[in-house]
T-cell receptor, first 112, second 116 residues
Framework: ELKVEQNPLFLSMQEGKNYTIYCNYS?????LYWYRQDPGKSLESLFV?????AVKQEGRLMASLDTKARLSTLHITAAVHDLSATYFC????????????FGTGTRLTIIP | DAGVIQSPRHEVTEMGQEVTLRCKPI?????LFWYRQTMMRGLELLIY????????DSGMPEDRFSAKMPNASFSTLKIQPSEPRDSAVYFC??????????????FGPGTRLTVL
């Protein structure tokens, strides 16, 4: 059974700083998804990482995937207040791969 | 495309009443997922369908919960009788089933359920 762990669970950072959210998963998975959820809102797909070494960037966010280390990272560059949200990663087991296994989420708060 | 549509957006009911949540997936998507989200338990997968057939209902809490998908464009999640501990946000999501990101899930806006 695939298990997905995120850390940290809570992150408070100042505007302008850089930080990384980590997503570890327990068994082989060939793809990894990142979602964003604003308070009181739904989950919005951010990145789809489909292969080892995949890197995707959107604005101040960059996601990468290392399938050998079973690790994905979400890097925030020069954080701004608008990035405050909860970020989830989700992995897919190779067997029964219709459903995603979500991490617990990282609640990110950007302080002015 | 309008995205995944859920109704109602908010539901307040009394303990013991029947509650029906509705979902319309994105047209052409072949899998549909029902989730429940609470502060205590996070995001939980309740059940999912593929081509209208229930595949995995191991997350359904108990017999009070039931879900149906009579056709490709409609699904319901029913709670009967409802209890205060069922209070949560219920999300529906669908996936394309084809293409490189065939299992990327697209979420609806959610239904916030409060059982008094």
């Amino acid at each position: 059974e695939l298990k997905v762990e995120q850390n940290p669970l809570f992150l408070s950072m100042q505007e302008g700083k850089n930080y990384t959210i980590y997503c570890n998963y327990s068994t082989t998975s060939d793809r990894l998804y990142w979602y964003r959820q604003d308070p009181g809102k739904s989950l919005e797909s951010l990145f789809v990482l489909l292969s080892n070494g995949a890197v995707k960037q959107e604005g101040r966010l960059m996601a990468s995937l290392d399938t050998k280390a079973r690790l994905s990272t979400l890097h925030i560059t020069a954080a701004v207040h608008d990035l405050s949200a909860t970020y989830f990663c989700a992995g897919v087991p190779l067997v029964g791969n219709e459903k995603l296994t979500f991490g617990t989420g990282t609640r990110l708060t950007i302080i002015p | 495309d309008a995205g995944v549509i859920q109704s109602p957006r908010h539901e307040v009911t009394e303990m013991g009443q029947e509650v029906t949540l509705r979902c319309k997936p994105i047209s052409g998507h072949n899998s549909l997922f029902w989730y429940r989200q609470t502060m205590m338990r996070g995001l939980e997968l309740l059940i999912y369908f593929n081509n209208n057939v229930p595949i995995d209902d191991s997350g359904m809490p108990e017999d009070r919960f039931s879900a149906k998908m009579p056709n490709a464009s409609f699904s319901t999640l029913k709670i009967q009788p409802s209890e205060p501990r069922d209070s949560a946000v219920y999300f529906c999501a669908s996936t394309p089933g084809q293409g490189a990101s065939y299992n990327e899930q697209f979420f609806g806006p959610g239904t916030r359920l409060t059982v008094l």
